[in-house]
């Protein structure tokens, strides 16, 4: 199984890579809100990156109930545990 702190340091560099900023620090009450720049063509990079980097796959109803890192993060060790 992927630890929690796995995630996060993978998620954070992904995350940096994509909004172009190493000053971001994933927390899990990080939100659209706390990030700058994130918008929805950003976190479709995001979940792409996140679905090649863990041979995942993320479907849109388990997504709806995401609603900050820390969902996410849990749903990403989730489903790489189905494998």
Known sequence: MISTDDIYAEL?????DI???TRII???ESTPET???????K???VLVAIEAAYNIEL???E???VQNVGELVA???AKAAEK
């Open 26 to 28: 994933l927390r899990p």
């Open 12 to 16: 954070t560099l992904t995350f940096r």
């Open 59 to 61: 479907d849109g109803p």
């Open 19 to 21: 909004f172009r900023d």
């Open 43 to 45: 976190y479709v990079s």
């Open 63 to 65: 997504l709806d109930n």
């Open 75 to 77: 749903l990403i060790q």
């Open 35 to 41: 990030i700058a720049g994130w918008d929805s063509f």
